[in-house]
T-cell receptor, first 113, second 112 residues
Framework: EAQVTQNPRYLITVTGKKLTVTCSQN?????MSWYRQDPGLGLRQIYY???????DKGDVPEGYKVSRKEKRNFPLILESPSPNQTSLYFC????????????FGEGSRLTVL | SQKIEQNSEALNIQEGKTATLTCNYT??????LQWYRQDPGRGPVFLLL?????KEKRKERLKVTFDTTLKQSLFHITASQPADSATYLC???????????FGTGTKLQVIP
């Protein structure tokens, strides 16, 4: 089954404790990206990757890091989480060209205390 | 910067009626617009795409229009059902298909 898998789905952590949210897709997609979703602000793009070893900032990259060492994986790293990073996070992937249809994971709800 | 607005945060409609959701864009001319459905606590799911040179696109009970003069896309669900209740998002990519901008969504409630 074609899917994008995120882990963990739920996480409560404390300010400053580094954490990583993993994302894996099994569709051989070149493009992967991360979003955060907040009430009233909608989905906002954090980082994206056009292919292995190619990453770039989206609209809200501050406080986040990413890496793309393998085509299927695109982890999101919060080096020093802060309460304003409490949010619902989504990973998504798509093929390199075409209509740009995004396939989303189920989401990771992060709370930073 | 490109901006997408979905003016209605919420829309309540009676079962069997046609729901119409609006997406307006400013400061750019997208090559196409996409519509997604999102259920509570789930990731968005792609529904339809319409290109700038297409006036209308249909898929089963769904219809999307694209008016480049009004800078607007309308999303219609005909013969709406309670199962159609969800949040609907419109989205568009920048010219290089690297960044995508989403609207804030319209929460549709279909009342039996």
């Amino acid at each position: 089954e074609a899917q994008v898998t995120q882990n963990p789905r739920y996480l409560i952590t404390v300010t400053g404790k580094k954490l990583t949210v993993t994302c894996s897709q099994n569709m051989n997609h070149e493009y992967m990206s991360w979003y955060r979703q907040d009430p009233g602000l909608g989905l906002r793009q954090i980082y994206y990757s056009m292919n292995v070893e190619v990453t770039d900032k989206g609209d809200v990259p501050e406080g986040y890091k990413v890496s793309r060492k393998e085509k299927r994986n695109f982890p999101l790293i919060l080096e020093s989480p802060s309460p304003n990073q409490t949010s619902l996070y989504f990973c998504a992937s798509r093929t390199g060209g075409g209509s740009g249809e995004l396939f989303f994971g189920e989401g990771s709800r992060l709370t930073v205390l | 910067s490109q901006k997408i607005e979905q003016n209605s945060e919420a829309l309540n409609i009676q079962e069997g009626k046609t729901a119409t959701l609006t997406c307006n864009y400013t400061n750019y001319s997208p090559a196409y617009l996409q519509w997604y459905r999102q259920d509570p606590g789930r990731g968005p799911v792609f529904l339809l795409l319409i290109r700038e040179n297409e006036k209308e696109k249909r898929k089963e009970r769904l219809k999307v229009t694209f008016d480049t003069t009004l800078k607007q896309s309308l999303f219609h669900i005909t013969a709406s059902q309670p199962a159609d209740s969800a949040t609907y998002l419109c989205a568009s990519w920048n010219g290089g298909y690297q960044k995508v901008t989403f609207g804030t969504g319209t929460k549709l409630q279909v009342i039996p």
